[in-house]
């Protein structure tokens, strides 16, 4: 057992198939501002930033067909270390344009390491939070404003139950049923994603 | 449904919740009575809630999605408090805008309010994206005219099938020439990424979709709700007779101009495929299903009569001022799209003369077979009831529209003996659906409408059907028989059907033959999976 969790081939199998765009766009939500986020936290402009999206993106949609969705390691794992290379890469193009350096062994990949996490537990981190905020947009679209206000400003911001009750002009025991239910769809949703 | 009665509950209400209410709770599965007696009690009863909260997830999850959102609540996610603000609304993330900068070619002469240029149109600003792209407001340079065009998702544009099918569909798209049709102005499907271009409709300020119109201004008035809904089945119509089914008819779909009460479908011929993308493999419904037809919803071939039934949730929007199936889950709404009957719009809306819960019905019809005939036939049916709106003594309501001879009450009891009359007389049930398709189809030729040649044509259910005509009013007068509003009639009495079964709380199994076993087939794991 790898230390991540196990890429199921389901998402992976599926993005083989190049028309199907519900795959790539439940990808591309999760993993886009994922990728994103690492590089402008190594402090790429963010013109550098979507190039590196984007030439990670490339690199996904040539190999994907080579990725052999029944192979140990999992898919996330892959696309964290080709996450990285492109940074690396990018790091050195800039450093070969601002101020060429010669004879150093890789200093670029020490930048590409954050100093708290290795590379892919800080990618796996950031992968978890994105989860979270696409729970959170999706849910929103699709459950009663209600709903999620009683969510948020009890489970999230603390608030008591029965402020929020009377603001939303509900009973107190629909903001506990109304939170609970959406913690659960947020569960939910992680559990399906994470699994892929 | 849970398995926990109401003598039964009164002890639980006692002393603590059922295992079984807890899950109703979360599933949503409970009578409204239920639930309100459960939501009581868990507000003076902290061990229900806290078996409730570790029910919906684990206590870690509660603490570590704590930590995440306020985490972005100091930052971007700012807006998920304004929930007052449409989810849609909320820009996404700069991504989106991020790969437009990437495929923009900028000059230093190009200002800052503009991304870059592509080819002779400058490129403005997002104002929409969806799974296969993004739409762009720009301006064509050459032509000084605004403009949106929209782009092919930069994954798919490498992809030549993708590429093959966004032209195809382009110029199916372009194909359709119709005032109500979002013309196209040109297609460049070589280019990186390919792209089409519109006509720039609506503005920020005015909005642009009649979605935008709905959320701002509530519910329309019947003239300008029917003068809508007649353009958009106009627009149908022209489509349907080259072949092509919209699939995705929806307020947001429907763009208004600007101070001119003309509107344009968007997004033609692309709704096919974005489609792909609305049930994913394991079985979730990605976008919004609440316009969608029963037979779209259950995963069943679309055609153009589904297209009708979505013109219908849109007419009901616009009057009511909501879609006509909300519920907390899509999988919910799904549901009910599918064998929830609509609630009447007269209900919602008192002020709305009765005729227009039939005219909605007419396009509402759960089975394709039995809906209003075509996009045409909708679209005069609407013109004609504008007219009569604007001036009731000139021009009447069309005959079709008007209050039906029987189970004008529409009360339970009249509904059940017609079916029972039905079943006696007609056998079944299904036998009757399974000769309405034949009937619909004899009606869209024209003069086959009389009942003469009817009930030559099929003599069972001919008869069978007049014969509970007659049963059921006996006291007729008018002799002509109305055969376009028996497919209501028998969605009336499907509906009746649905409520009786509700009230007595009878076993599903038992009612099942009745309607139930057609949606059977609701969107099952790896329906989109090619």
Known sequence: ?196 | MVAVNRSSWGKAYQSHCDEDVLKGLLDESLSAEMQAVAEDHLAVCAPCRDRLETLAAAPALWTETRSIFEADESTRHATATLYAVRPEQIPSDDTTTSWLRAIVQRSPEDDSRSLGHIDRYRIDSVIGSGGMGVVAAGFDEQLARPVAIKFLAPHLAGLAPARRRFAREARAAAAIVHPAIMPIYSVSENSHPPYLVMPLVGSVTAGRSLQQRIDREGPLDLEAALGIAAQVAEGLAAAHERGVVHRDIKPGNILMEENSPRVLIGDFGLARAIDDATVTVSGMVAGTPQYMSPEQAAGEAVRAASDLFSLGSVLYAMLTGRPPFVADSPIAVLRKVIDTPVQPVVDRVESLPPWVDRLVRLLMVKDPNARIVSAAEAAQLLRETEAHVRNPSRYPLPDRLGPPHRLKTKSTITAMIAAIALLMVGGSLPLLRQQTPQGSDDRSTPGVDSPETLSTGQTSSGSSVTAIERSAAPIETDVSWHWDALPVELQQIRDSLHELERDLNLDTVGFESIDDRRHRGQPASGTAAQ
């Open chain 1, 1 to 196: 057992m790898s230390a991540f969790p196990i890429t199921r081939p389901s998402l992976l199998l599926r993005l083989r198939d190049r028309e199907n765009h519900g795959a790539w766009s439940e990808f591309l939500e999760i993993y886009e501002p994922v990728i994103y986020r690492l590089a402008r936290r190594r402090q790429l402009q963010d013109a550098d930033a979507r190039e590196i999206v984007q030439e990670v993106l490339l690199r996904v949609a040539a190999a994907i067909d080579r990725f052999d969705p029944e192979a140990s390691g999992s898919f996330r794992g892959w696309l964290s270390q080709t996450t990285r290379r492109v940074v690396v890469d990018r790091f050195r193009r800039l450093a070969a344009t601002a101020c060429p350096v010669g004879g150093q062994s890789d200093p670029f990949a020490e930048v590409a390491d954050g100093s708290e996490n290795p590379f892919e537990v800080e990618f796996d981190l950031e992968h978890r939070r994105q989860l979270f905020r696409c729970a959170a947009e999706h849910l929103q679209r699709e459950l009663s404003a209600t709903s999620w206000t009683a969510f948020w400003r009890t489970a999230v911001q603390g608030h008591p139950a029965r402020v929020v009750a009377s603001q939303l002009g509900i009973s107190e025991g629909a903001v506990y049923v109304a939170r609970c239910r959406v913690l659960k769809r947020i569960r939910e949703f992680i559990e399906l994603r994470e699994a892929e």
